[in-house]
C-alpha cells in the first residue's frame, strides 16, 4: 500500500459525460501528479501540482482540467467525454517535486461507452 | 524530442536466470526512474537514479550519463517478479516521459 488513495476506483460512463476523479496523496506529500495509461499510448503525464499550484504539464487536453485543493488532495476533471478517453488514471505524490520518489495509487479504470 | 526506448519488449525467463532490461533516453535527463507494474495494474516506483547504481535487494539499477542509457538488473529471478518494467526520464521540468515497458514472464 503506497498511501496514495484514489477514488473511484472503476467508473462506466457515456460519451459526452463529465467525471471526477479524486486523488489523496500520502500523508505529507505536496506533490501530486496524474498520468493516463492507455492501450495505445502507454503511460503519459498529465500534470502536477506542488502545494496548490500547477507546476508542470504535460499531455493534457483541453477537456480536461485539474486542481489541487488547500488540503492537498488533488481533483482531475474531464469532460465532454470521448471513446478514446477510456484509459486507466493514476495519481502520484512525492514530498518535493523533481527529487523525491513518486508514490502511485492504485489509479481509476474509466470506462467509456 | 525527447524519447525514451526500452529494449526488449518482451522478455520470458526460468527461474533463477538473471535478467536485464534496457532503457535508451535521448538527450540529458535529470533523473531516471524504473517502475514495476504488477498484473492488477498497480504501479511501484522501484528506483530513481542520476548516476551511478543503487542496489535494493535482488535488483539494480545503473545509468551510463555519457551513452545516455540505463539498465535494470534481477538476479535469481523469480515467478513473483513477473510484471512489466517501466523506464521513465525526467528532463529539465518535472514532467515524466515513459518507455513503453518490458513484460516480464518468469517461469518455475
Known amino acids: 500500500d503506497s498511501g496514495v488513495t484514489q477514488t473511484p476506483k472503476h467508473l462506466i460512463t457515456a460519451t459526452g459525460q463529465r467525471v471526477t476523479l479524486r486523488c489523496s496523496p500520502r500523508?505529507?506529500?505536496?506533490?501530486v501528479y496524474w498520468y493516463q495509461q492507455s492501450l495505445d499510448q502507454g503511460l503519459q503525464f498529465l500534470i502536477q501540482?506542488?502545494?496548490?499550484?500547477?507546476?508542470a504539464k504535460g499531455n493534457i487536453l483541453e477537456r480536461f482540467s485539474a486542481q489541487q485543493f488547500p488540503d492537498l488532495h488533488s481533483e482531475l476533471n474531464l469532460s465532454s467525454l470521448e471513446l478514446g478517453d477510456s484509459a486507466l488514471y493514476f495519481c502520484?505524490?512525492?514530498?518535493?517535486?523533481?527529487?523525491?520518489?513518486?508514490?502511485f495509487g492504485p489509479g481509476t479504470r474509466l470506462t467509456v461507452l | 524530442k525527447n524519447e525514451v526506448e526500452q529494449s526488449p519488449q518482451n522478455l520470458t525467463a526460468q527461474e533463477g536466470e538473471f535478467i536485464t532490461i534496457n532503457c535508451s533516453y535521448s538527450?540529458?535527463?535529470?533523473?531516471l526512474h524504473w517502475l514495476q507494474q504488477h498484473p492488477g495494474g498497480g504501479i511501484v516506483s522501484l528506483f530513481m537514479?542520476?548516476?551511478g547504481k543503487k542496489k535494493h535487494g535482488r535488483l539494480i539499477a545503473t545509468i551510463n550519463i555519457q551513452e545516455k542509457h540505463s539498465s535494470l538488473h534481477i538476479t535469481a529471478s523469480h515467478p513473483r517478479d513477473s510484471a512489466v518494467y517501466i523506464c521513465?526520464?525526467?528532463?529539465?521540468?518535472?514532467?515524466?516521459?515513459f518507455g513503453t515497458g518490458t513484460r516480464l514472464q518468469v517461469f518455475p
Open positions: 501540482y506542488y502545494n496548490g499550484e500547477e507546476r
Open positions: 500523508s505529507g506529500d505536496l506533490s
Open positions: 538527450v540529458g535527463i535529470s533523473a
Open positions: 502520484a505524490s512525492s514530498r518535493q517535486p523533481a527529487t523525491d520518489t513518486q508514490y
Open positions: 537514479l542520476s548516476s
Open positions: 521513465a526520464a525526467r528532463y529539465n521540468t518535472d514532467k515524466l516521459i
